[in-house]
Nanobody, 121 residues
Framework: QVQLVESGGGSVQAGGSLRLSCAAS?????MAWFRQAPGKGREGIAG????????TYADSAKGRFTISRDNTQNTLYLQMSSLEPEDTAIYYC?????????????????WGQGTQVTVSS
């Protein structure tokens, strides 16, 4: 089992920045950030391979969000900038044992409880 605990969510005005963190109880091969807005499905935002640091981003995140990890601390980060009201959602950290870097929710084995991000205009 892997426990994931997110932190760093909050309220920010449009154009602002936030940094999310996810503490993992152990290291897995791939970790990712997802989000879910009210009335919408869970959307993959960014993923990272913990072995070679390869990354992948959803189009909505490219150029504004940066995923990173600290393997010594088993911690995943998501630096978000130029935030827009459309970024308002619950953000989830996820982890998988598989090696493939994917942003499909069904591919992930473990999930955190989520952290709320609210962006006001």
């Amino acid at each position: 089992q892997v426990q994931l605990v997110e932190s760093g969510g909050g309220s920010v005005q449009a154009g602002g920045s936030l940094r999310l963190s996810c503490a993992a109880s152990r290291r897995t091969n791939v970790m990712a950030w997802f989000r879910q807005a009210p009335g919408k499905g869970r959307e993959g935002i960014a993923g990272i391979s913990t072995s070679d640091s390869g990354t992948t981003y959803a189009d909505s995140a490219k150029g504004r969000f940066t995923i990173s990890r600290d393997n010594t601390q088993n911690t995943l980060y998501l630096q978000m900038s130029s935030l827009e009201p459309e970024d308002t959602a619950i953000y989830y950290c996820a982890a998988r044992w598989g090696l493939y870097l994917t942003l499909q929710p069904d591919d992930y084995d473990y999930w955190g409880q989520g952290t709320q991000v609210t962006v006001s205009s």
